[in-house]
T-cell receptor, first 113, second 113 residues
Framework: NAGVTQTPKFQVLKTGQSMTLQCAQD?????MSWYRQDPGMGLRLIHY???????DQGEVPNGYNVSRSTTEDFPLRLLSAAPSQTSVYFC????????????FGPGTRLTVT | AQTVTQSQPEMSVQEAETVTLSCTYD???????LFWYKQPPSRQMILVIR??????QNATENRFSVNFQKAAKSFSLKISDSQLGDAAMYFC??????????FGTGTRLQVFP
């Protein structure tokens, strides 16, 4: 099993550009989530999904879109990148029970200039 | 909104000694899950230990154990026989419902030889 994979590992964007961060998992997990990690702030939830076709907003959803057309994939789209979106982004997946442990991808470091 | 608080931004320990990292949280739920994650310089999030709130017994995983005080809403991590490889950021997290992790701001642990 590859677990949770994320691409790219690093990305530099100019303000106003758009891009999609890819996330895939091969563990047949129902739940998937996107977090951003900023210095001194821990990880904060952007969007999450409890199954294919179902998504919901987390704590910091503004400026990001998601969709979940398959169980395996959960891409995160930045529509018009802003310097405030400079961060490290983590995708995670978890099964339904018993402890709902979340498995994390390796992260994407995004810089917006 | 539920919160998780880690009041120690940095801690240090001598190799082979014991260190305790603190975590408190806020919740109105009666049953829930708590986690400690380790993030080494590689930035991969690694699950260290989990605790289910309805279980009275404190969780233990080899050199890692927790002191879970449900009434006080406290969930500290004890690392025994510290090793150089334990140096990392440690995040306390609480599962909200079944699908959202709320993270603390992290504690950076340094281990000195």
């Amino acid at each position: 099993n590859a677990g949770v994979t994320q691409t790219p590992k690093f990305q530099v964007l100019k303000t106003g550009q758009s891009m999609t961060l890819q996330c895939a998992q091969d563990m047949n997990h129902e739940y998937m989530s996107w977090y951003r990690q900023d210095p001194g702030m821990g990880l904060r939830l952007i969007h999450y999904s409890v199954g294919a076709g179902i998504t919901d907003q987390g704590e910091v959803p503004n400026g990001y879109n998601v969709s979940r057309s398959t169980t395996e994939d959960f891409p995160l789209r930045l529509l018009s990148a802003a310097p405030s979106q400079t961060s490290v982004y983590f995708c995670a997946s978890s099964p339904v029970g018993p402890s709902y442990e979340q498995y994390f991808g390796p992260g994407t470091r995004l810089t917006v200039t | 909104a539920q919160t998780v608080t880690q009041s120690q931004p940095e801690m240090s320990v001598q190799e082979a000694e014991t260190v305790t990292l603190s975590c408190t949280y806020d919740t109105s739920e009666s049953d829930y899950y708590l986690f400690w994650y380790k993030q080494p310089p590689s930035r991969q999030m690694i699950l260290v230990i989990r605790q289910e709130a309805y279980k009275q017994q404190n969780a233990t995983e080899n050199r890692f154990s927790v002191n879970f005080q449900k009434a006080a809403k406290s969930f500290s991590l004890k690392i025994s026989d510290s090793q150089l490889g334990d140096a990392a950021m440690y995040f306390c997290a609480k599962l909200e419902g079944t699908d959202k992790l709320i993270f603390g701001t992290g504690t950076r642990l340094q281990v000195f030889p």
